[in-house]
Each structure stands twice: as C-alpha cells, then as structure tokens.
C-alpha cells in the first residue's frame, strides 16, 4: 500500500482533509437529566468527540456555613444533612466529632455502635443510588428501580429512628438522638439478608452484562498518581488502586472493633473499577452492621451535654469516611454559643475537578459514564 | 351511499371469516372506494393498538422493575392513555423562535404518514388486506425507511444541539441497520419465491420460516430493535445524553404524534416479523386474524422484555456489531439459503 492510501485511510487525515468539520459548544446542564444535580458542563464538540470541558458550578449555592454562624451548635446540626442529601445520616457524623474534639465530650460506647450502623446503612443507601443512577445514565431502567426498592428498606428503617428518611439528624454531639425503638434491630437484621439478595441481583443483570462491560470496562481510567494528585479520596480513591480508608488507617469512632476488609481494586480505575467497588463496599457495610448490631451494648445513647453549650474558645477538626470520600469539618469556637465560623471539606468537590482534565477526546457517551462513576452530589459541592 | 355500505358491511364482516361478496368485481370504481375504507380501518387499527401499547409497556415495564405501572384510571389503569392524550391535547404546542417552522411541523405529521402506510401493507387475515401489493415487503422496508428522513426533519429543524445530535445518530443507526435486516428478509423471500406479504403467509401453511431461518431471525430481531430506536439502541433519545433527542423541542400533540408513531411502528415491525417468521395470520381453530394479533403481541412482548432488560450499547460498537457481525453473518446466511434450496430441489426434484 502506498504512503498516499496509508494516509487515506488514516482516521485523523480523514477528519482533517476530507471533510471540514466544526466545533461547537454544548452547555451540558444545568437542567440535563444525567448531570445528578444543576451542574453544568460547557463542553465544546467536536461532532461527539469533546474538545475540551469546563466545569461551572454554583447553581445550588445556599451559604449554608454563612447560615452556621447565626444558629447554635445544636441548631446547626441539621443544615448539615443538606450537603450531600443521598447521604444524609453520615452527613452529622464529622460534624459532632468536631465538636467533641472541640469541647471534649466523651460519647457512650452504645452510641458509637448505633452511629456505626447507621452510617454503614446510609453508606449503603448511599451508595444503592449510586449504583442505580449509574445503570440509569446507560439507559438500564430495571435495575434503577431494583435499586430503589432495596433503599426503600434502608429508608424505613432510618425513619424509624429519626422520623425522617432522607435528611436524617440522628448523630449528634455526646451521642445520638434517640433511643432506637423496640424490635428494631431484628428489624435491621432482617433488612441485611434482603439488602444482599438484592446485590446479588444485580450481579445478574447488570455486573456481566456484556454491554455493561463494553460500556464501562476502559473507560476513562484514573491512574493511582492522578488519583491523588486530584485529591481523590473515598470509594474513587480505592477504585484507582491506593488503599486509603479511613474506617482502616486511622480508625475513628469503633470501627477498629470490627472485622471487614478494606475494599480496594489494583486496575485501571476505569468506569467499572469504581462501580466494582460500590460493591464491594455495600457488601462489607452489611457485614459492620451485622457485627455491630449482634454486638451492641446497652447503656446511653447521648453524653450530659446541656442544651445551650458553650465549647472554650478553639477549634476542632475532625474527618470521617463518608460515603462519597473523605469529609472533615473545621468549627472554630469563640466561646459563645454559636459557632465563629464552620467550614466542611466536600469529597465531590475535589471529584469533579478532574472532568475537565479527562474529558478531551472522549465522546458525551463515556463522558457521561464518568460522570455517574465519580459519583458526586452538588449538595456538597455547592454547600 | 348504498353501494358504500354495502361495501363497509361486507369489509367487517371479513373479520367473522365470511367470504367478501364479488362487489368490488362488479363496479369499477369501487376499488377507490375499497381503498378509502381501508385506510380508515387501518387508521383505527393504528390508533387503538397506539392506546394498547401504551398502556402495556407501562404496565409490563412497571412489572419488571417491581413496580405497579399505572393502575389508578380505570380497572387495572386502562384508561390511563385516555387521561394522556387529553392531558396532551390541552397543552400548548409552543413553536421555538429560532426553528426552521415548515420543517418543525412537517415532521410529525410525515412520522405519522409513515407508521398509518405502514399498517395499510400488512395482511392481517386471510382476506383482510387493506392494500395488496406484489412487492408489499420491498414497499414497506421503503416505506419504514423514510422515517429517518422525518426524524432527520425533526432533529434538523428545532435548531437545538440535542436534537441536531440526535438526529445525526438515528441516521447512521437506522440506514445501517436496514442493511442486516434487508438480508434476512431476502432468504425468506428465496424461500417462498415471492416479494408478497399474502404470498409469505400462504408458504408458511405447514413450516414456519423461524425453523428454516433461525439465524435470520435471530438478525432480524436485532435489527428492528435498531430501526425502532429501541434499548438497547435508544440512540436516537437517550435521554441521559441528549435529554430527549430529536423530539427535545416538540411538546403537546407534535410530541405525542412522536411518542404514538413510535409504539405504532412497534406494532408493524412486530407484525413484520409475525408474517416472515412466525407463520402470520396461520394458526388451527381460532380465525386467522385472531392467530395474527396473537402472535404480534406475543412478538412484541418480547420485544418489551429485551427492552426492559438491556441498557444501552455504546455508538461504536453499536456500528461495530451492525457492520463487521450482522453483516457478514446474514451474508453467509444468505449463501447457505441458496444453497440449502439448491439441494432440496435437486434431492426431491431431482433438478438443479
């Protein structure tokens, strides 16, 4: 073959030589059915190759730390929640350990049980939505709503506790809210079997779909240095091989007291690897709460903490591994009864910085399985 | 006025299995007039089996994703497609300021066109044939493919990036997938030596084609799937990429004419099928007709079941397994066919 058919049949002489092609900007969002929230993507096309991305975010800005600032301690705890909604349980957690840091509250061993198992649940949840708005960005509508329904369980049995299924302000500083109610942890445990029939499920239907695979396998691979060199941190960080978690390296709360394996894949960190490892985290969540809740001890559930607390003037930090990464608040106190000032660390923030790195040459399709892969929530990354 | 009565009585009573008077025979001019009640039975036939469809794809997907589906208007929701339509009649049809008009209304309207022609070819009983054509299968695989351009139209003519994108996509997914699906139609065509619909049918009295075909079957259930824009190839509006595709910018009855056109074509394409493969309007006891919608429901069914199965394929490779596996695949089938035919003519009548 001659250097001048070579050429011709050269994918890249073709687009160049042969057609006169034309880019243009397509504003991905806010109001697009797989951006999760009113995140906007302003990607410039290339037929439906991108040519580069940038991200635009701040449409769900509510100046909720400003907001901390004019309530007390206590008030504020239910803001918290409002960050990332898909996981509102976790949400308190890092914030009450803050506090305790901060005013040196001794939290009651019945409490740590009961904020382990109900933020593994949340985690599970969480992560249920995760799984099932990525199987609907490719258009798989079952198992979204397989999905659902396996939360709906989860969902029940927060609302038992709490009195609310999505927002749930159980964890607070001392300890826990309340009391759980009768016959509940049987109750839960019978949920854990559902919840793993239910995985097992969309093993089945999704996990070796061969168009699944197509779909997701080498999409979009995160190396581990980019991993970190983003500041990836949670499920995405794992995904892409560095073996980071901190229920395992620096264990908070009782979480040394359980035996279950941190979740990590050794690949490409592709689009699957981090699906994969949803997984794999839903199914060691189940196992912590199964031990926790054959373990629980009775006793309090909240530390004598008064009402109006007023924390010596300082700051307390704390980090805790919510579902979608690392989440730390920063509460500094002047001595009053409200905070001076809060400050929360989003995982998803840091996530979605990566996008406009890695989106030139792919096409909106693989863009759109990152998209759902990295898994974020605007709640959090708007605040 | 008689005469027309006469001949509308004697259409009907096509369907209780009683053989048509010799009315057409006699006045020349009856066969416009044949024609014209034709195509209002064929348009009813559309617009009831739109409503059904509907009604059973949200139940059925409801069904599969553990959920109820609609079940609040009427027994069982049956008259939730009632509650759409006037939903949709009562709202306002907003033309974007920036489309090109002419092409923006004409498309739905042409979709429409289509899918009623459609209905118009299909034999649905021995005697029942609105319109009867010698080369009725090439007709509708022409007739079927000028959707793209109505699509095309829609896509084009909102002026939107979305619908243009979409657009774009449904025309190379549905001319290349005609091709795969012309091929499997040509070894049942081989095999009962005629182009006619009616004709397909009669040749499959004794032996379905789906026993001598598989292979084509098989090619052909892909390929309309593909041709009706169906998961696992909704590329033409997937809705988690191009929000709704080419119908992003319709809204009110030119965005219901859409939706109905697609689940009419559902329809025709499963009744295609039910007349190449599946023996048609043939069956024992029951009349033919009945046999014949039987069939397509159970076809489309299927369909249903693929659809609420599968996600979405990627665009690549969705052109890969259309040009470099199906093609080639109903190539060979095709070879095989001839061959096989050459071989049974040579064993049972002893010429080549």
């Known amino acids: ?199 097992d499920d969309f093993d089945k239907v999704l996990s070796g779909n061969e ?39 620096s264990p908070y709360s009782v979480y040394d007291r359980f035996a279950f394996d941190m979740a990590v894949i050794k690949g490409e960190g592709d689009c699957f690897d981090r699906y994969w490892l949803r997984m794999m985290e839903m199914r060691e969540s189940v196992k912590i709460v199964r031990q926790a809740l054959e373990k629980l001890p009775a006793g309090e559930c909240r530390a004598k903490v008064s009402k109006v607390w007023r924390p010596a003037a300082g700051e307390g930090y704390a980090l805790v591994e919510a579902a979608r990464g690392v989440q730390g608040y920063q509460v500094v106190s002047d001595g009053s009864t409200k905070p001076f000032r809060v400050h929360m660390r989003s995982p998803s923030f840091c996530h979605i910085g990566i996008i406009p790195a890695k989106a030139p040459g792919i096409t909106i399709q693989d863009f759109i399985s990152f998209m759902a892969s990295l898994d974020f929530v605007l709640g959090e990354i708007d605040r | 006025m008689v005469d027309f009565l006469t001949a509308l009585f004697n259409f009907w009573q096509g369907f209780w299995g009683v053989p048509k008077t010799s009315l057409a025979e006699a006045l020349p001019w009856m066969d416009i007039l044949w024609a014209f009640v034709y195509l209002i039975g064929a348009f009813v036939l559309w617009a009831v089996n739109v409503i059904i469809l509907i009604w059973l794809e949200r139940r059925v997907a409801g069904f599969f994703s553990e959920r109820v589906g609609p079940n609040r208007v009427g027994p069982l929701g049956l008259l939730q497609p009632i509650n759409d339509a006037i939903k949709i009649l009562s709202k306002e049809s907003v033309i974007p300021q920036a489309a090109d008009k002419f092409i923006y209304m004409a ?16 034999p649905y009983g021995p005697g029942i044939r609105p319109i009867s054509l010698n080369v009725g299968i090439l007709f509708f695989l022409a007739v079927s493919s000028t959707t793209t351009i109505a699509v095309l139209m ?53 032996l379905w084609n789906i026993v001598l075909q598989p292979i ?15 998961s696992p190839f909704d590329m033409t509006e997937a809705e988690q990429e191009f929000v709704a595709g080419y119908h992003t910018e319709y809204m009110g009855m030119r965005f219901a004419l859409f939706f109905m056109a697609e689940y009419a074509n559902l329809f025709a394409m499963a009744a295609l099928g039910v007349i190449l493969f599946l023996g048609g309007s043939n069956g024992p006891f029951l009349p033919g007709w009945i046999w014949f919608i039987l069939k397509t429901y159970a076809f489309i ?52």
């Open chain 2, 216 to 230: 084509a079957f098989v090619i052909f259930v892909i390929s309309a799937q593909a041709e009706l824009t169906r």
């Open chain 1, 1 to 199: 073959m001659s250097d001048l058919k070579k050429e011709a049949f050269d994918s890249d002489a073709l687009e160049s030589d042969l057609f006169e092609t034309q880019e243009f900007v397509l504003n991905l969002g806010p109001q697009h059915p797989s951006t999760h929230g009113v995140y906007r993507a302003r990607l410039v096309l290339n037929g439906e190759t991108i040519v580069s991305a940038e991200n635009k975010i701040g449409y769900l800005h509510r100046g909720i730390e400003k907001i901390a600032e004019g309530l007390t301690y206590a008030q504020f705890a239910p803001y918290t929640t409002r960050f990332d909604y898909c996981s509102g349980a976790l949400q308190p957690w890092a914030y009450a350990l803050a506090l305790e840091t901060l005013g040196g509250i001794e939290v009651p061993e019945r409490a740590e049980y009961l904020r382990v198992i109900v933020g593994e649940l949340q985690r599970v949840a969480s992560h249920l939505i995760m799984i099932a708005s990525f199987a609907l960005d490719f258009g798989a509508w079952t198992p979204w709503a397989y999905a659902f329904n396996a939360r709906e369980g989860i969902n029940n049995l927060l609302e038992e506790i709490s009195g609310s299924r999505m927002l749930v302000n159980y964890i607070v500083y001392g300890g826990v809210n309340a009391e759980v109610p009768e016959g509940w942890v049987e109750r839960a445990k019978a949920e854990l079997d559902k919840i793993l029939y239910r995985l």
């Open chain 2, 107 to 122: 498309a739905p309207l042409l979709i429409m066109t289509i899918s009623v022609t459609m209905y118009g070819l299909l």
């Open chain 2, 301 to 352: 069914m299927f369909l249903l079941w693929i659809r609420w199965t599968l996600l979405r394929i990627r665009v690549n490779r969705m052109m890969m397994l259309n040009w470099k596996v199906l093609i080639p695949i109903s190539l060979v089938n095709l070879l095989l066919t001839g061959v096989g035919i050459k071989l049974w003519q040579y064993f049972t009548e002893g010429r080549v």
């Open chain 1, 211 to 249: 168009i699944f695979l197509g779909r997701t396998k080498g999409i979009v691979p995160v190396s581990a240095e980019e991993a970190i060199e983003w500041g990836f941190t949670g499920a995405n960080l794992r995904a892409s091989g560095v073996a980071f978690d901190l229920r395992k390296t």
């Open chain 2, 154 to 206: 829609a896509g084009w003519g909102s002026n939107n990036k979305y619908s243009l994108l979409g657009g774009m996509r449904t025309v190379a997914q549905i001319i290349s997938y005609e091709i795969p699906m012309a091929l499997s139609i040509i070894g049942i065509v081989m095999l009962s030596g005629s182009l006619d619909l009616g004709a397909i049918t009669d040749a499959q009295k004794n």
